[in-house]
């Protein structure tokens, strides 16, 4: 493709985002097809010869956009969003035009800087304890996912605890680590994959709030203590995915000082909301951390992938991560003035991703992230009151930012159909978790679209759907 075609063809694609993003709502929230239904139009083989790229873009619209799940929709209310803004679009088109591999600090000095850069802004924007900046000891990097971050915040955890010796000496059999119930399931996957078993894991119940108990987090600790067991790690979460409650991180906290336990905090979609003043008290503790994460790319208007990962002391880190064949030495990284961020993350490469996170925030500046994530807030409020006032009804969780988690007083089947055939109807999309044991439906409110109109009709064909459901 020459400039002159690729100016061409831009052009082409740039409009028919734009066309796109004008029309996201027309279109069913859920994919409508079943599996296999989108591969069986794709040709057998590859073409021999090039193709035109009007006919590759008649495909996108024929055969790729039926198998499409649009979580650019106002109506998408499952999981958490993962939004995507023009700014952000344009800063990761920017990152593939330059083709960066930012691997080492010397294979682009600017896309190094820049990250650490903004994600010092972001410990101020967010109000994040000032360990966490790369001034200090401590620094930022970004990852792709939450995931990677809880497995290199456990890896560095693991280092530390062993006295970086697990490579020389083998891996403790007996390391244990400690979660609430309602963790996301990378804290098992980081286990896992840091060879130290999924069992030992423990789960620790959540209280009334689905929030982690403290007292028997303590209490599991001294028994794994008692019978010989090395207690490492806590992941503390603030706002969990089943429910968006928010752990007590300031008693979980003392607790892993008393132990020497690292505690990493999973803030994945909640963070964001620290950016506003009076959503700061989900962050309470967080200054006994020992690292912290939260995705910009599902509440910040940055496109998927983006997490910010902190260190507050980033020497356990990069001594867990770090191996330097001959062919990486340079100049710079020997002066040690200057971060390398392969050494903070599991892969060697990595893309330009502070890019899009620097487009975001300067095209909105922070008042406009701010209004967002109000707004979503006040509708989730509205939404939880609506629930909470009708009979049928009931709340399954405390409303604490904009997740609200309820259920059809009918029981596990009637909410699995009202859900089923909500997301059926295409009009909507909602996802559902376990609290307490039964059922609940979970309304996520943080996709950038969305609009009172939008909360209102999703809680109408709630109520439609669950009188049709009782027939
Ligand atoms: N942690 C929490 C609390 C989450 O809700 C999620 C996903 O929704 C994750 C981690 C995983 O996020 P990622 O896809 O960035 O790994």
Redesign the pocket.
Known sequence: MTPDEFRRCGRQVVDWIANYMETVEKYPVLAQVEPGAIRDHLPAAPPELGEPFPEIMRDVDEILMPGITHWQSPNFFA??PANTSGPSMLGELLSAGLGVQGMLWATSPACTEIETHVLDWLVDMLALPDKFKSTGNGGGVIQ?????A?LCALLAARERATEFRSNTDGLPHRLTAYASVH??S?VTKAMMIAGLGADNLRLIPADENQALRSSLLLEAINQDVAAGYRPFFVCG?V???AAGSVDPLAAIGRICAQHALWLHV????AGTAAICDEFRFIHDGLDLADSYCF?P??WMLVNF?C?CFYVAERTSLIRAMRVTPEYLENRATLTSEVIDYRDWQIPLGRRFRALKLWLVIRSYGVEQLRSLIREHVKLAREFAAWVDADPDFELAAPTVLNLVCFRHRGGDERNQRLLDDLNHSGRVFLTHAKIGGALALRMSIGQANTQRRHVEQAWELIRQAATAAAN
């Open positions: 999981y958490f792709d996912s939450a995931s990677s809880t963790a996301h990378s979460t706002g969990t995915t999973d803030a994945a979609m995705n790319h599902k992938d997490d």
